[in-house]
C-alpha cells in the first residue's frame, strides 16, 4: 500500500480501535502527534513502534517540535529555545548563531529520530514584521538574509542527525495580523512587497529543500484563495518560479482560515488539485470516516515518491544519543543560548 495524501491526528496516547482502522485506508499517508500524544519516553516509543507496524510501507510520523513555545514532547526531551534568541545571538556573532542554529537543528533531529519519528514541522521562515502575534518569537529574524543563513543552518543540523526540514509558513504569515487558526488571516501586500519574505525559501530550495508546509492566509492581490488551496501560489509560484521539487504540505485544514471554500472534504480536495502533497487534518476524529471515503481511490505517483524521500534516515539510540560528546555539546550550546539576555532584534 502506498502513501496515500493525509496526514491525520490521534486522540491520546495509544491507537483506539477506530483509529487504528484510519491507519489502513489508503487515503492516509501519515500521522501527525500533539502534547496529548506523550506521556512518557516508552509510552511514546510503544505508540510510535503501534503506528509503523500497522501497515506497510510505514506512516510517516511528525510533530511541531520547534522549541520554545511550540514544543510537544518536553521532560526528557531538551527544552528548546524559541527561534528568535538565535536571531539575537547572531546580530551579536554570526559564527556563533549559526553554529547555535545548527546545534539546535541536530538536536531536535537526533532527539526525535531516537524514537523514529521523520519529522518536525520546522523551522519558521516567515520575517519577523511585528504584526504577526502567532509568529511572534517563533520567527529568526526581521532580516531575510539572516533567515535564510540561519535556516540552512539548521537545515545542516537536522539532516546531519537524518531528518528533513520543512520550512513554513510558504508564502509567509508574517504580514497577516489574523491568526489562521481561528480566523481568515489576510496580507494585503502586492508580490513586489513579498520579494524579501520569499528570499529565504529562494535560498533554501537552491540548498535542497525537501518540505514546505503552505500557509492558510489570502493575499487578494494575488489570489482571492488561502494560499494552501491556491494553483498560483502552489504550482506556479512555488514549484514553477521558485522551482521547487520536495513535498508540499498544507497546514492543517481544520483550521478556521481554510473554512471558506466549503466543508472539509471540499477543502482537502482543493488543497490536492492546486497541487498539494500531504494535507494536514488534524482533531477532527468525528469528520475523517467520511473523508477518508472521498479520498479512498485518490492517487498521486510523484506525490508518494516525494513523500517517501521524507522519511527519517539513520539514527542512534536514546541511551546511546544522550551519553554522546555531541549531545552534550549541543544540549550546552542551547542552554547558554536560553540563558542570554533577551535583546531586541536589528534590522
Known amino acids: 500500500m502506498s502513501l496515500g495524501p493525509l496526514m491525520i491526528s490521534l486522540r491520546g496516547t495509544s491507537l483506539a480501535a477506530d483509529e487504528r482502522g484510519w491507519l489502513n485506508s489508503p487515503a492516509v499517508g501519515g500521522i501527525i502527534l500533539f ?7 516508552e509510552q511514546l516509543r510503544a505508540l510510535v513502534d503501534d503506528i509503523r507496524s500497522a501497515r506497510s510501507p510505514a506512516l510517516l510520523i511528525a510533530v511541531d517540535q520547534e522549541g520554545g513555545r511550540v514544543q510537544r514532547f518536553h521532560a526528557p526531551f531538551t527544552e ?15 559564527a556563533a548563531g549559526e553554529q547555535a542554529a545548527r546545534s539546535l ?21 516567515d520575517l519577523d514584521l511585528g504584526l504577526a502575534a502567532v509568529i511572534g518569537d517563533r520567527a529568526l529574524h526581521s532580516d531575510a538574509e539572516t533567515v535564510a543563513r540561519l535556516a540552512l543552518a539548521f537545515d545542516a543540523g537536522a539532516h546531519e542527525a537524518g531528518m528533513a526540514i520543512t520550512a513554513k509558513h510558504f508564502p509567509t504569515h508574517a504580514g497577516a495580523t489574523g491568526d489562521s487558526h481561528t480566523e481568515i488571516a489576510v496580507d494585503g501586500r502586492s508580490y513586489a512587497d513579498l520579494f524579501e519574505d520569499l528570499e529565504p525559501y529562494r535560498r533554501l530550495v537552491d540548498g535542497g529543500l525537501q518540505a514546505v508546509m503552505v500557509a492558510h492566509v489570502i493575499f487578494p492581490k494575488l489570489d482571492p484563495l488561502p494560499a494552501s488551496l491556491s494553483r498560483w501560489w502552489i504550482t506556479n509560484q512555488l514549484r514553477g518560479e521558485l522551482k521547487f521539487h520536495g513535498a508540499i504540505i498544507s497546514d492543517d485544514m481544520s483550521m478556521a482560515g481554510a473554512a471558506g471554500v466549503g466543508d472539509l472534504t471540499a477543502r482537502v480536495e482543493r488543497a490536492l488539485d492546486a497541487g498539494c502533497d500531504l494535507v494536514l487534518v488534524c482533531n477532527v476524529p468525528d469528520e475523517l470516516p467520511a473523508l477518508l471515503e472521498a479520498l479512498d481511490r485518490y492517487v498521486s505517483p510523484a506525490g508518494q515518491l516525494r513523500l517517501v524521500r521524507l522519511r527519517g534516515r539513520q539514527h542512534l539510540r536514546w541511551d546511546e544519543l544522550r551519553a554522546s560528546p555531541k549531545w552534550q555539546h549541543a544540549t550546552r550550546v542551547l542552554a547558554d543560548l536560553s540563558a ?5 532584534l536589528q534590522g
Open 340 to 344: 542570554r539576555p533577551k535583546l531586541e
Open 80 to 94: 528548546l529555545p524559541a527561534a528568535r534568541l538565535l536571531g539575537h545571538l547572531y546580530d551579536a556573532d554570526p
Open 35 to 41: 502534547a496529548r500524544n506523550y506521556a512518557t519516553p
Open 105 to 125: 537543528g541536530w538536536t531536535m533531529a537526533a532527539e526525535l529520530r531516537a524514537f523514529g519519528i521523520d519529522l518536525s514541522f520546522a523551522p519558521v521562515v
